[in-house]
């Protein structure tokens, strides 16, 4: 394909999605962009949500980590299936009862200041690193294959991507997001079925004998059993569990789509049905990853020395023109809800948490509305600076290095909303950040050490299980003699 070919995709694509957004933000005020007004459709948020738990991160990571790592991601994948019940029959009947718009609020009545400033605060630090690495695996292909030949620096490539972002997300934030991320989730879906159809066609096997192909293959073993191994069951299972109730249930950007529905009924209904599919949504893009590298044997193909480039270098090298064009297209729709969300999701924490935007009676809507967009400049500022510094530094499979990050950041969050919830106690407030500090710092160090300290214990996401216990023994050594009446 021509970068001219793919660049005319890229800009098609998103004129597409401004036509979406000049229909979806007309009338839109601040309500609208931090809970669509209360009037989202549950079927459409839970199928767009696909894309958005997906993003860039599963689309080109997943497919090339089977062949180190084989399906064990499936045993992950059954702990969210897990994690999202939780979520959906826990922690969103709680958001609902409190009426809250920042999930964060949370903290600031069961705990007090400084525990819901430290919530909020990490979740904008997961949050910007997060997503930030899941748009830098986008972008670095678009400069690969389209930006390099024209000689254009990566720092102008992400700078465009952003500014596109921004400006469809301006207006609308949430209320616009949930119509785009549908769109989005049909094309990535769609890139994926019509790249294993294509190779079918191409190796002249029919789609059932391609699949029992892939569960015959070597690259098909999902169940581990060597407690060493951080593909043991038990760590990814359990991780998979509290991995999804961090990064959905204590995400703001995810639980924001959630609140947007009209009752918890509807949102309960949205939360059932989308972690179904993902399950199968999953097996899909893990059965991709056998099925290219089963193409790449049979085609005597060089692998990449990064296998987050082995899907985009078959689908735009190898598979003709109709299949690199919905590739980039799903590409581009892999991005843009991490990109989309991210920058609303961050807008609306710091102004309803640091900023107290939502209940500051004493300005006007207007004046509410400026500062919201200043806020959303300087987010999209700040995603674009951790990109060019993580592609200088990246050395891994962004997908291992998203969850590792995850484990760090999230695990305070875990610690502190399950204080919250199954205890009644009260803590010193004002020592609640030395603890969710502290907690990533000791995780850090036994991780690096485990192997001598746990007699070969290898750490894999299951850290994030531990950071967050961290946090809740500090908070309960830190427990005041009297009850909390807040649930």
Not at 228 to 247: C, N, R
């Amino acid at each position: 394909m021509s970068p001219l070919l793919i660049f005319s995709c890229v800009l098609l694509y998103s004129a597409v999605l401004f036509g979406i957004t000049l229909i979806t933000s007309k009338g839109a005020d601040n309500e609208s962009f931090y809970v669509g007004n209360k009037s989202s459709p549950w079927y459409v948020i839970a199928y767009g949500m696909i894309g958005a738990s997906l993003s860039g991160v599963t689309f080109m990571s997943v497919p090339g980590w089977v062949g180190t790592t084989q399906f064990s991601y499936l045993q992950l994948v059954l702990g969210y299936w897990v994690g999202y019940t939780i979520i959906a029959t826990v922690l969103l009947p709680l958001y609902y009862r409190l009426n809250l718009t920042s999930i964060y609020a949370y903290l600031n009545q069961r705990f007090g200041f400084w525990s819901y400033k430290t919530g909020a605060f990490f979740f904008l630090l997961s949050r910007t690193i997060g997503a930030s690495f899941r748009l830098f695996l986008v972008a670095n292909v678009l400069q690969i294959f389209i930006f390099d030949g024209w000689n254009i620096p990566f720092f102008i490539t992400v700078s465009s991507f952003i500014i596109l972002v921004l400006l469809f997300t301006f207006k609308g934030g949430i209320k616009t997001i949930i119509w785009t991320d549908t769109l989005q989730t049909t094309f990535m879906l769609l890139a994926v079925i019509i790249s294993v159809v294509s190779i079918s066609k191409q190796m002249d096997i029919s789609l059932g004998k391609i699949f029992s192909a892939v569960w015959e293959s070597e690259y098909s073993k999902v169940f581990f059993t060597d407690w060493h191994d951080k593909k043991f069951f038990a760590k990814q299972f359990l991780s998979g569990v509290f991995i999804s109730i961090v990064m959905t249930g204590l995400d703001q950007e995810m639980m924001q789509k959630n609140l947007s529905c009209r009752n918890i009924k509807e949102a309960q209904k949205n939360m059932f049905s989308f972690s179904f599919v993902l399950i199968f949504v999953n097996i899909l893009f893990l059965s991709l990853g056998a099925i290219l590298y089963l193409y790449a044997s049979a085609k005597g193909i060089t692998l990449p020395s990064k296998t987050d480039d082995l899907f985009p270098v078959i689908a735009l090298k190898y598979l003709g023109p109709v299949t690199g064009i919905v590739f980039i297209i799903g590409l581009i729709s892999a991005a843009y809800p991490s990109a989309d969300g991210a920058l609303t999701s961050l807008t609306t924490s710091f102004c309803v948490d640091f900023l107290g935007l939502k209940d500051d009676a004493k300005k006007t809507e207007g004046e509410k509305t400026k500062i919201r967009y200043k806020v959303h400049l300087c987010f999209a500022l700040l995603l674009l600076i951790v990109i060019v510094i993580f592609r200088a530094i990246n050395n891994e499979a962004v997908i291992s290095k998203l969850f590792t990050v995850a484990g760090y950041t999230y695990g305070p969050l875990l610690g502190l909303y399950s204080f919250g919830l199954f205890t009644k106690w009260e803590v010193k407030d004002n020592f609640v950040p030395l603890i969710c500090i502290l907690s990533p710092v000791i995780c850090f160090l036994l991780s690096q050490y485990s192997e001598l300290l746990l007699g070969g214990y290898k750490f894999g996401f299951e850290l994030l299980i531990l950071n967050g216990g961290l946090t809740f023994a500090g908070l309960w050594f830190l427990r005041e003699k009297n009850y909390s009446s807040h649930g």
